[in-house]
């Protein structure tokens, strides 16, 4: 299955990136890393993790506080969002169509 972020998603990720590795060297690496990871098991079983909201479902990294949301469209898994668990719920609304 072929994946594709939205921009703000990859806006969100390169951000998480970039504040931890200012915090310790590589950290922001190893967060690139689980991401990748993660978009795999998507990738793999697209469909593994309960619906979420909209039509979305989500998928939490397993050492850093974020969630994968995504959409299943077609033979297309599209990231709507590279989200913190402890901020701001459902920001990301509003890049679903409805």
């Not at 990136?17 to 990871?37: H, P």
Request: charged share 25%.
């Amino acid at each position: 299955m072929n994946v594709r972020l939205f921009e703000a998603a990859r806006q969100e990720l390169d951000a998480a990136i970039a504040y931890y590795n200012a915090e310790r060297a590589n950290l922001g690496d190893e967060l690139l890393v689980e991401f990748l990871d993660t978009v795999e098991r998507i990738r793999t079983y697209p469909n593994g993790w309960a619906p979420f909201h909209l039509g979305t479902r989500r998928c939490r990294l397993r050492r850093f506080p974020y969630s994968v949301i995504y959409l299943v469209e077609n033979e297309r898994i599209v990231i709507a969002a590279f989200a913190h668990l402890h901020r701001k719920p459902d920001y990301w609304v509003g890049r679903i169509s409805t």
